[in-house]
């Protein structure tokens, strides 16, 4: 074994032996703790009642599907997607 490879595999075993041992002594309450405060229930306003009783708020709208053009077709059948194509 090389010596990068053993200073590798001493790393990794020191950082699986250090890790718990950091996390047990952080504080529980450290970082972002946010206090308990009272929840304030939001009324919704008259449209957004509107719209829950009228349903879906977006409109369908018709799907157009692209037809293959005459040149796609023969590419297709040709079976060669990919052949530079001169213009």
């Known amino acids: ?3 990068t490879i053993k200073l590798s595999l001493v790393s990794v075993l020191a950082l699986l032996i250090a890790s718990p041992a950091i996390a047990a002594q952080r504080s529980a309450t450290g970082g972002d703790y946010y206090a308990p405060s009272a929840t304030i229930e ?3 306003t008259v449209a957004q009642t509107k719209e829950a009783e009228q349903g879906d708020f977006y409109a369908p709208v018709q799907t157009i599907v692209q037809q293959p053009t005459a040149r796609d077709l ?4 040709d079976g060669d997607f990919y052949a530079p194509t001169s213009n």
Do not use: D
């Not at 023969?74 to 059948?77: F, V």
């Open 74 to 77: 023969t590419q297709a059948q």
């Open 42 to 44: 939001q009324q919704p």
């Open 1 to 3: 074994m090389t010596i």
